[in-house]
């Protein structure tokens, strides 16, 4: 009786695990066609989101988003927040995934944002953020990839002052800290 119980449940081992995960795949991939077919944009943000310590990845769902025809903007300091998000049918893209930017300075740049309105240009980037989180290569990195240019400043032009940017706001940081 054993044999023939053991032998029944050794062939179905053979077919029934495969088909439970397959069953459950299955249900995982029509939630994501779902999702993609019906809301393309906080898919595709989501998707992104997920990926964005991987820039491959990202540059791999950015031409998919073209493919899709939904518009990737790009990064801006006055408009984008840590992560990729949907809005209008668009992507604002996350300044999390910017080489070299961090969490922490992403949150700290986000938050003097909402508290302080938007940056006017980089004395005001400068001023407002000076500290241990936001630094020079992290400035830098930000104009690399464009995210000053809703300031009106090009990346020269930002390239070219930045340094004594940073003197100004140091000198600020330290004039605050004195009273």
Same mark, same amino acid.
């Given at each position: 009786?054993?044999?023939?119980?053991?032998?029944?449940?050794?062939?179905?081992?053979?077919?029934?695990?495969?088909?439970?995960?397959?069953?459950?795949?299955?249900?995982?991939?029509?939630?994501?066609a779902?999702?993609?077919?019906?809301?393309?944009?906080?898919?595709?943000?989501?998707?992104?989101?997920?990926?964005?310590?991987?820039?491959?990845?990202?540059a791999i769902?950015?031409?998919?988003?073209?493919?899709?025809?939904?518009?990737?903007?790009?990064?801006?300091?006055?408009?984008?927040?840590?992560?990729?998000?949907?809005?209008?049918g668009?992507?604002?893209?996350?300044?999390?995934?910017?080489?070299?930017?961090?969490?922490?300075?992403?949150?700290?740049?986000?938050?003097?944002?909402?508290?302080?309105?938007?940056?006017?240009d980089?004395?005001? $980037?400068? &001023?407002?953020?000076? @500290? +241990?989180?936001?630094?020079?290569?992290?400035? %830098? =990195?930000?104009?690399?990839?464009?995210? $000053?240019? &809703?300031?009106?400043? @090009? +990346?020269?032009?930002?390239?070219?002052?930045? %340094? =004594?940017?940073?003197?100004?706001?140091?000198?600020?940081?330290?004039?605050?800290?004195?009273?």
């Amino acid at each position: 009786l054993a044999t023939t119980l053991f032998d029944k449940i050794e062939t179905f081992a053979g077919y029934g695990f495969n088909k439970s995960h397959s069953m459950a795949y299955a249900f995982v991939a029509y939630q994501t066609a779902f999702l993609k077919a019906n809301y393309p944009a906080e898919f595709m943000a989501a998707l992104l989101t997920s990926e964005s310590g991987n820039l491959d990845k990202v540059a791999i769902y950015v031409d998919e988003c073209q493919r899709l025809g939904i518009e990737v903007l790009p990064p801006d300091i006055n408009v984008s927040a840590k992560n990729f998000a949907a809005e209008g049918g668009k992507i604002n893209f996350g300044l999390s995934a910017i080489k070299n930017v961090g969490d922490k300075p992403v949150e700290e740049i986000v938050e003097e944002r909402l508290e302080n309105g938007p940056f006017r240009d980089i004395h005001d $980037f400068c &001023s407002r953020l000076a @500290s +241990r989180q936001v630094n020079r290569r992290l400035i %830098e =990195s930000l104009n690399k990839a464009g995210a $000053f240019s &809703s300031t009106g400043w @090009s +990346r020269a032009q930002v390239d070219a002052v930045l %340094e =004594s940017a940073l003197e100004e706001a140091q000198i600020a940081q330290r004039d605050r800290e004195a009273g």
